[in-house]
């Protein structure tokens, strides 16, 4: 069980993450070195020696140094030294060194009893089976802008070929672990969390949703409340539902605050047809604020250009046609006489904060970037834009977007949002608009 660095060690490697990243020559010699001091695994070697430039290498090196023991920090010293690297390790040695003396002082001067000659017994973290670390960086608070209404000329322009929302919007539900129980440890505090479960209650109340907020459940309690969510008869007299999941994560799952993980398939098929006939037909739409990986994305530099283009004629469906030759009027005079059949999954629309396999960034004070550009984007964009292109505003939004640490592996790190879709008319939510009939 390798645990956790000790805190001083942990602050070294961050105050020095810049000059680290600038000067470090990761090679594989100063790889090998770690790998043969079982500091990395295999995989963690080949994960930084597959990166094609050394500040990359750096930033993945950096980023998993922390959490590979408490013998990691003087490992990583000893190998700098090896790879005639030594300035940087003394950079290192010389700040965790200061640091330990500057808190023994301050203990020594802020206890009031005798200080015992024993050492301080350092407790461990086991290490993450799953990587769900979120970074917080510091700002300012979210955006408040009142949702902007749209219009009724709008509305009669663009109704017809919509989801009808002429009845009441619909229920939606926030989940949001931020606080993870004593049997995880691995889970942190998600600070910040509590800032994006308010914004997404505030907008979704303006767009005339009934929202319900859950707080810090374990995986069967998120199950289970989602579960009574799902069977709400109100459903049948709604427009479309809303469901937000607010945690820790990784690919294809979110944890709960047990430290178990809700597998996100089984909540798609929670809310298909065949498990939620209440709302057939209607728009299902998800947001899942979570990593889906431990990788930092790094970003690359922009090289000026044009860009490609894909070759005309070139898309061919992998199965055969549909509808081709005389079993097309068979099929029609079937549907006749048949019940419409709907597709076991259908008319679902899901943002996600980041790609596979990489880490979603979280604000402090003003809460996830995710969160913080749909909040945004919902106020601004939803009067006159149908949901699936707000998403791709979003997503825009987040590509711009750049981390500012100064001083940690994070500085300029990036973030890119997706989504998936399986709409079958465009979803405008015509907020604060009631047609009179």
Request: glycine share 6%; hydrophobic share 30%.
């Amino acid at each position: 069980m390798l645990g956790g660095m000790q805190e001083r060690d942990k602050k070294a490697l961050r105050k020095r993450s810049v000059i680290l990243s600038k000067e470090m020559v990761v090679d594989e010699l100063l790889v090998q070195s770690l790998t043969a001091d079982e500091i990395l695994t295999d995989s963690m070697a080949e994960s930084i020696l597959v990166e094609k430039t050394s500040q990359k290498r750096s930033y993945r090196l950096l980023s998993l140094l922390p959490k590979r023991g408490p013998r990691a920090f003087s490992s990583f010293c000893s190998a700098l030294k090896d790879t005639e690297q030594h300035h940087l390790s003394a950079l290192l040695t010389e700040y965790s060194e200061s640091d330990s003396r500057e808190a023994d002082t301050k203990r020594l001067l802020d206890s009031p009893f005798p200080l015992s000659t024993q050492e301080g017994v350092f407790t461990a973290k086991r290490p993450r089976t799953h990587e769900s670390v979120e970074m917080c960086l510091d700002a300012d608070s979210p955006i408040t802008t009142p949702v902007l209404p749209c219009t009724p000329d709008f509305y009669l322009s663009h109704f017809q070929q919509s989801y009808p929302m002429v009845s009441r919007r619909g229920l939606a539900l926030v989940i949001s672990n931020t606080v993870f129980e004593a049997t995880a440890p691995d889970l942190e505090t998600r600070k910040g969390g509590e800032v994006d479960e308010e914004v997404l209650r505030k907008v979704f109340t303006e767009l005339e949703y009934q929202v319900t907020v859950q707080r810090d459940l374990t995986a069967q309690d998120m199950k289970m409340c989602i579960e009574a969510f799902r069977r709400q008869q109100d459903h049948g007299n709604m427009d479309s539902c809303v469901l937000c999941l607010l945690s820790h994560g990784v690919e294809g799952a979110v944890y709960g605050t047990d430290g178990e993980l809700l597998p996100l398939d089984w909540v798609f098929e929670a809310f298909d047809n065949a498990h939620c006939p209440l709302l057939q037909n209607k728009p299902k739409m998800f947001f899942i604020q979570a990593c889906r990986g431990e990788e930092m994305d790094c970003g690359v530099e922009q090289l000026d250009g044009p860009g490609r283009t894909s070759s005309p004629g070139c898309e061919e469906r992998d199965a055969g046609r549909e509808g081709e030759g005389d079993g097309d009027g068979r099929r029609r005079q079937e549907r006749g006489r048949l019940r419409v059949k709907l597709p076991q999954r259908s008319d679902m629309i899901c943002g996600y904060a980041s790609l596979k396999g990489t880490a979603a960034m979280r604000n402090t004070k003003r809460g996830s970037w995710f969160i913080q550009e749909l909040n945004t984007a919902l106020r601004l964009r939803a009067r006159d834009t149908h949901l699936s292109d707000i998403m791709v505003q979003v997503n825009g939004r987040i590509k711009e977007r750049e981390g500012y640490a100064p001083g940690t592996p994070h500085h300029r790190c990036k973030e890119m949002s997706e989504f998936t879709s399986s709409l079958c008319k465009d979803l405008y939510l015509f907020p604060k608009y009631h047609p009179h009939y």
